[in-house]
């Protein structure tokens, strides 16, 4: 059965959503740092703690997660930066 929505690999970053990082203070100045970007696709790539392990046995009634998919935690702080530059539905 084919999947509604599929991600595009191919998909390139093109504007971050919000302020990085560094910014609202959520690094130590190293690599791994999380993100939210936009793709030039339209589609949104977030970057954050693989926590799908932990999550998994207590997802709330209703919340799958496919084989190919991870459930990732980012800073509250930075979905709130992010907001200005997440268009309204």
């Given at each position: 059965?084919?999947?509604a929505?599929?991600?595009?690999?191919?998909?390139?970053?093109?504007?971050?959503?919000g302020?990085?990082?560094?910014?609202?203070?959520?690094?130590?100045?190293?690599?791994?740092?999380?993100?939210?970007?936009?793709?030039?696709?339209?589609?949104?790539?977030?970057?954050?703690?693989?926590?799908?392990?932990?999550?998994?046995?207590?997802?709330?009634?209703?919340?799958?997660?496919?084989?190919?998919?991870?459930?990732?935690?980012?800073?509250?702080?930075?979905?709130?930066?992010?907001?200005?530059?997440?268009?309204?539905?």
């Amino acid at each position: 059965m084919a999947r509604a929505w599929e991600a595009d690999p191919s998909a390139l970053f093109e504007r971050r959503l919000g302020r990085s990082a560094d910014e609202l203070g959520n690094s130590d100045g190293n690599d791994e740092c999380p993100d939210i970007w936009q793709l030039d696709n339209g589609d949104v790539a977030v970057i954050g703690r693989d926590l799908t392990a932990a999550y998994r046995a207590r997802l709330p009634h209703g919340v799958n997660l496919a084989p190919d998919e991870r459930l990732v935690v980012i800073p509250g702080n930075m979905l709130s930066a992010a907001k200005k530059d997440i268009p309204d539905a």
